[in-house]
């Protein structure tokens, strides 16, 4: 909502209170002000001149050269692009030294030969925006009515000598969707008076119901509807200041009559709908539920098919309009209308909201009456409206009000105790305190043995229980006067969970090894949405998707991680190593609901290490990845749990590639993307990896235990085994460990030897062994005995030979 401080000045007396402190205490009690605008945007030095003279320019022909009088004396001759620029209008001149938004300083200058002393300027140039201005002036300056004062300033004649507050509601303060209602707010706030637009009518002798006739068949949706008749209308422009006051709250000028109804939806908070009543087609209005199929064209040209979801307003055979959202073309005032029907109804919250949901029309209007109007103000905003086009539109008020009403007060009242509100507000407020809130609130009250019974105004609708009272009593004492105290229960301090704290220690050691979080979508199309999936399930697709590219939810991270990574490359950052914790969605039929499983993955690509100064460069391969995530594991105390295992994955390389194994189960897999894969995405040598990490950070782990430093010597045997070439090296190993018992304590691979010295279909692994024994000195015969165990297991499982 947008709020102008000097229209606000009209219903409370601001004096003492500026724009931005009024912004700061309406903060403070509980409504967020999230900017006060200064309309002017630092312009200064632009007058009111009248055209005396325009002649074309000699050496342009899109140029006027006018001569125009700014009311210092003898007139100015002025250069002007304006294509609607003519003798005898009233325009705003920004005057030589003047400045307009955005620090714009005007200067005497040449155009095209001719000197010009000034500008003539449009709305545009005076920093209202292009949407607000009226259409006559969108392509062109403004032209003032015919009595403004020459020389009189035009920035203040256009109210850009005014701040806008805007307020960002919360959906239960539809009160403050008008000017009263943020009056009210104001009063409140300032402890002062709330003064109220008068709205007296002079009616004609004529009655309305020789003119019209309402029937309302759908009640429940519209309880309330009510009319009047304006006859002998002059359609033009509406004052001014009010077409000020419509661009100040962000809505464009049309023309009196409507600019009127506008008005009033900002003033009242009540949206109103002018009908021109001799082309409604007929001498009565039937609000019902629209016919399934039925159609209307709506003032936006668009022909509109209805339900009976709808509301609409009909001349008792077609619909005139959609009832609170927009009206129909057929009955749109234009510039010959004579005479007007307008519209004040109370329509319902959900009927409304339904017909902009299926139309998608939101509109100010929409917005109120989905959020809910004042009944009370339905026909005081009616009579206003018909008082302010009498007035500045030369109509005239037919006699009596046409209505249907259906509509019964239901009178809320809240009772609730002083000590109630000083328990939950931890306050010792007297009752005389809470008594002055209340009347600065203009809320009926009375009071007996400190319980106060709070009648609540219809402005109100979020007011209904005592929590509401005493949110009025804490937010207008002050929130900032309300005392610090700590909850009175037993508390337990917050801590992470043992996978909470996991998946932080997990962050911060890929963080540390270089890789950078990425936060990807959820959504993907339905091709990469199995891609890389450590588990088989049906694809999930949205039922309203934003788009073919956004609809399946995924099963895997790394396909928007390669995303990522292509789009670095493409702008030139070649070395990217990114990871990310995000969830995969998993089902067994479109009926269920998925699963939801947390995963890790990470995608490396291009330069691991790179020390320009040294030479040094380091390419990521496949150790490289593998490394970190035999730290990753190391980490969480799962070293001994980890079995990696050559394998073939589709979209990954058939040969580096392998998947991981926690306690014999597959939890992951890591490898280089397929070359095709790569050429898709447009990478070089990529490499990826996915863990279910749910899986990994449950599995519960034997604390770390330490062990005394050795002091005994250890001994080292080297040994060089010929085996066939499909031999895994791994289960070599475990062999080896198997076979070594207590005195073999570490053993490690060194060397992968395949070549001519070797017979076809061998290749030679080479193993570093280290035995000792903590208490004592192993002796060579000791270790030659465990040390032969060991070759004799390895012979007989793998037809292991040493090599000479």
């Known amino acids: 909502m947008f709020v102008s401080y000097k229209w606000l000045q009209e219903y409370v007396d601001l004096t003492g209170v500026t724009a931005k402190e009024l912004a700061d205490r309406i903060t403070k009690s509980g409504i967020e002000v999230e900017s006060v605008e200064v309309l002017n945007k630092g312009a200064k030095g632009v007058v009111i001149g009248h055209v005396v003279e325009r002649d074309q320019h000699p050496n342009a022909d899109k140029l006027s050269k006018c001569l125009v009088d700014v009311g210092e004396g003898e007139p100015v001759q002025i250069i002007c692009g304006a294509p609607n620029v003519a003798k005898g209008q009233k325009v705003a001149v920004a005057k030589v030294g003047a400045v307009l938004p955005g620090n714009f300083k005007i200067k005497r200058a040449k155009l095209r030969g001719e000197e010009s002393n000034g500008m003539i300027c449009s709305l545009q140039e005076l920093g209202i925006e292009p949407k607000l201005v009226p259409k006559e002036y969108a392509d062109g300056i403004f032209v003032f009515p015919s009595d403004a004062p020459v020389g009189a300033d035009a920035l203040e004649l256009l109210h850009l000598d005014d701040e806008v507050l805007e307020l960002g509601l919360t959906p239960n303060r539809a009160d403050c969707l008008s000017m009263i209602g943020v009056a009210y707010e104001v009063a409140a706030i300032l402890g002062r008076s709330v003064k109220l637009p008068e709205r007296g009518v002079h009616e004609n002798h004529e009655d309305v119901h020789h003119y019209i006739s309402v029937r309302v068949d759908a009640q ?200 109630r509100i000083n328990q939950v507000l931890g306050t010792a407020i007297t009752k005389e305190e809470v008594a002055h809130i209340l009347t600065n609130l203009q809320f009926a009250f009375t009071e007996d043995n400190q319980t106060f019974t709070v009648t609540v105004p219809s402005r109100r609708r979020d007011i209904a229980i005592e929590e509401d009272i005493i949110e009025e009593v804490a937010r207008l004492y002050g929130y900032d006067n309300l005392p610090a105290t700590l909850p009175v229960a037993e508390a337990t301090p917050g801590k992470l969970t043992a996978y909470q704290a996991k998946r932080r220690k997990v962050r911060r050691y890929l963080e540390d090894a270089g890789l950078f979080q990425a936060i990807t979508y959820s959504l993907t199309n339905e091709a990469k949405a199995t891609m890389f999936a ?271």
Request: no cysteine.
């Open 220 to 419: 429940e949706d519209n309880p309330l509807y009510a009319g009047r008749i304006v006859k002998n209308v002059k359609i033009g422009p509406s004052p001014l200041w009010m077409q000020a006051r419509l661009m100040a709250a962000g809505i464009r000028p049309h023309n009196n009559v409507v600019d009127i109804t506008n008005y009033i939806l900002l003033e009242y908070g009540q949206p109103l709908h002018a009908f021109d009543y001799d082309r409604l087609g007929s001498k009565e209005i039937v609000v019902r539920r629209a016919k399934a199929g039925e159609t209307m064209v709506t003032l936006d040209d668009v022909k509109r098919t209805l339900t009976d979801d709808h509301l609409v307003i009909t001349n008792g055979s077609e619909p005139v309009a959609l009832a609170g959202v927009m009206g129909g073309a057929n009955s749109e005032v234009q510039n010959n209308t004579k005479t007007v029907f307008i519209e004040s109804a109370y329509f319902t919250s959900p009927i409304i909201r339904q017909a902009v949901k299926d139309h998608g029309l939101r509109s100010e209007a929409s917005t109120r009456f989905e959020k809910g109007i004042d009944p009370a103000r339905t026909k005081e905003a009616l009579d206003r409206a018909a008082a302010l086009m009498a007035e500045y539109a030369g109509g005239e008020v037919v006699g009596g009000v046409v209505e249907a009403n259906t509509w019964q007060p239901k009178e809320v009242t809240v009772t609730i105790t002083l000590d």
């Open 534 to 804: 450590l588990e088989a399930a049906a694809p999930i697709r949205l039922a309203l998707p934003m788009s073919e590219e956004r609809s399946v939810l995924r099963q895997s991270l790394v396909p928007h991680l390669l995303e990522a990574a292509s789009y670095n490359r493409a702008r030139q950052v070649e070395n990217v190593s990114l990871y990310e914790i995000g969830s995969v969605y998993l089902t067994n039929s479109e009926s269920e609901l998925p699963n939801e499983k947390e995963r890790l993955a990470g995608v490396m690509t291009g330069a691991w290490h790179v020390h320009l100064w040294q030479g040094e460069k380091k390419a990521v391969d496949f150790y490289v990845i593998k490394g970190i995530l035999d730290g990753l594991f190391a980490l969480l105390g799962l070293e001994n749990h980890i079995e990696y295992k050559q394998t073939k994955r589709e979209h990954l390389h058939p040969g580096r590639t392998a998947e991981i194994l926690l306690n014999g189960k597959t939890v992951g897999f890591v490898g280089q993307l397929h070359p095709i894969v790569q050429k898709d995405f447009d990478l070089k040598e990529t490499y990826v990896f996915e863990l279910a990490l749910s899986d990994v950070l449950h599995v519960e782990v034997e604390e770390i235990r330490y062990t005394a430093i050795p002091r005994f010597p250890s001994i080292i045997r080297d040994i060089a085994l010929v085996v066939d070439e499909q031999t895994v090296a791994g289960e070599v190993q475990k062999a080896i460990i198997a076979a070594g018992g207590q005195l073999l304590k570490d053993v490690a691979i060194f060397d992968v030897y395949k070549g001519d010295r070797l017979p076809e279909g061998k290749k030679s692994i080479a193993f570093s062994l280290r035995y000792f024994d903590p208490e004592r000195t192993l002796t060579d015969e000791e270790v030659t005995a465990v040390h032969e165990q060991v070759i004799k297991a390895v012979e007989q499982q793998f037809g292991a030979t040493l090599r000479g």
